[in-house]
C-alpha cells in the first residue's frame, strides 16, 4: 500500500532558485534547449550538449532545498517509503538534499552519468563539471545520466504500480501538459485516490482540491495535516 504519492515538477523548486537556463528569447546560448537536451545532439556535439549540462550542475550546487523539499523529505521520513512515494520530473537532486530516503527520479539525474550506448550499464556519480574523456567500463563515452526529448522516462513500471495503490495523489508544481507525467491524475483517480493540485497556476480539470500557490507554503500546511490523518 501506497497512500500517498507524490509528483513533483519544477515548480517544487522555483522557490530554490533552480535557473531554466533560458534567455528572454527561450534561448541558450543561441539554441533551443529543446535542441541541446536531446540523443541527436549529444551525438553531433557532444561538447556543447556537456557545456549545457556542466553549467546547470555547477549552479545547482549553489542551490537549497526549500520548505516544500523538506516538508515532503520529513513526510517520507516519518511515513516511510513504503507508505510514501516521491516521484519528481527534477534532475537537481533536491528532495534527497532535504533528507528524503527513496526518490524516484522519472527524468534521471544531474548528479550522475551513465553510458552512452546502453543505459543498463553501471551509473556513475558527478560533482562539477562532467571530465571530457569520462568512459563506461565497457570503453565507450559517459554522457549525463537525465532522459532527453525523445527518450523514455525511467522506472515507469514501478511509478505505475504505487499509482494504482494510492489514496491520496498530489501534483506538485508540474504544467500538467507533458505525457506520461500528465496521465498521472487520470490512472490514480480509477483508483479511487483523493487528487490534489498544488500549483500557482492550477491545471484543475480531474482535481478535487486545488491549492493555488506556492509549494514552499502549501506543502509544509498539507504535510501537517497527512502526518496527522497516517500516523
Ligand atoms: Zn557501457
Redesign the pocket.
Known sequence: MTPIFVLSGAGLSAASGVPTFRDANGLWEGHAVEDVATPEAWFRDRELVRRFYDQRRLRCADVSPNAGHLALAELQRTLGPERVALVTQNIDGLLQAAGAPDVVEMHGSLWRLR?E??EE?PRVSTAGAQGRSAR???G?LLRPAVVWFGEMPEHLERIYRMLRRCRTFVSVGTSGVVYPAAGMVFEAKKAGARCIEVNPKPVGGAFDEVSAEGSETALPRLVESWLQAYR
Do not use: K, T
Request: glycine fraction near 12%.
Open positions: 553510458c550506448v546502453d550499464h563506461c567500463g565497457c565507450a
